[in-house]
């Protein structure tokens, strides 16, 4: 069994290098890392040593660049696609990416699990919080279920834009994205919403979603794992009181997972989501 401290050792030697690494290098080489040395010793890891969290602007701001890249090459892709009719997005969604992070295809596949816990039935709108440039998210709900309204949140212009003209290309008339800070906006009309992992300040969106979305609100996490929270927030450590996590999915490659947040003693927080 490897000693915490060699694998301390090993981080800090990537950390030492940020100067020294492309976005993607740095990133995928801490992911590596994580993956090598399992997700309950990268959170004991960063609980031991939270000094380490003095290089999250850093890694935050590389994750940003990293995302910002496949964003540009796949969003162009997508776009110049020539489509007769509506069609969807998981049709024309990338496969394969050669950035690191998750292709439009694998992030539209991931989303599986939430699927099989959140209810949609009765839904009349769905918000996501920072839903950005390539909202994948999105369009899974648009095409998994009948919701009528399907709203997307992002404080970045070029990412409202962009999402709303691939859904005018596909065809998509029951969502639209707005630009608006998720702490600023009010849930009165949500039943479900879904904050996105680099959401920032995380725990600021899920306050404000405690205080104006409905009793029977379901609200969805996408939560960093171990060495994933050096670069993006997690909001269940620090959830607001009148909130209890149902649920969890299981730990993607990227060191993401779900989490699944109703309210405290509400009728939606007796459901056992696994």
Known sequence: MTE????????????????????????????DLGIAM?????????????????????LTAAFGKMV??????????????????????GRIAAGKTSIGVLSSKDAYNRLDE?????????????????CGGRPFTMFRIHD???????????IVPEAVETANRLAAKLGYMRMRAELCDGCDYDYGDAEVVYVASMVSP???VVSRIADTAPDTVQI???????????????????????????????ISRNMTRDVFVARRGGSSSTRQLG
């Open 220 to 250: 969805v996490l996408w939560e960093p794992v171990s060495l994933g929270r050096l670069w993006a927030e997690n909001a269940e450590r620090t959830l607001d009181p009148r909130l209890e996590v149902i649920g969890r999915t299981s």
């Open 4 to 31: 915490p401290s060699v694998w301390k050792d090993r981080l800090e030697r990537i950390l030492g290098s940020l100067q020294g690494h492309n976005p993607t290098e740095l990133i995928n080489a801490i992911r």
């Open 202 to 204: 995380k725990a600021a």
């Open 144 to 154: 998994q279920t009948t919701v009528p309204e399907i709203i997307g949140l992002d």
């Open 114 to 130: 939430v699927f099989d816990h959140v209810d949609f039935d009765n839904c009349r709108r769905a918000v996501m919080v920072g």
């Open 68 to 89: 910002q890249a496949q964003d540009t090459a796949e969003i162009g892709q997508m776009l110049d696609q020539d489509l007769d009719g509506p069609a969807s997005f």
């Open 38 to 58: 399992g997700h309950d010793a990268g959170e004991g890891l960063l609980d031991a040593h939270p000094e380490l969290f003095s290089y999250r602007p850093a």
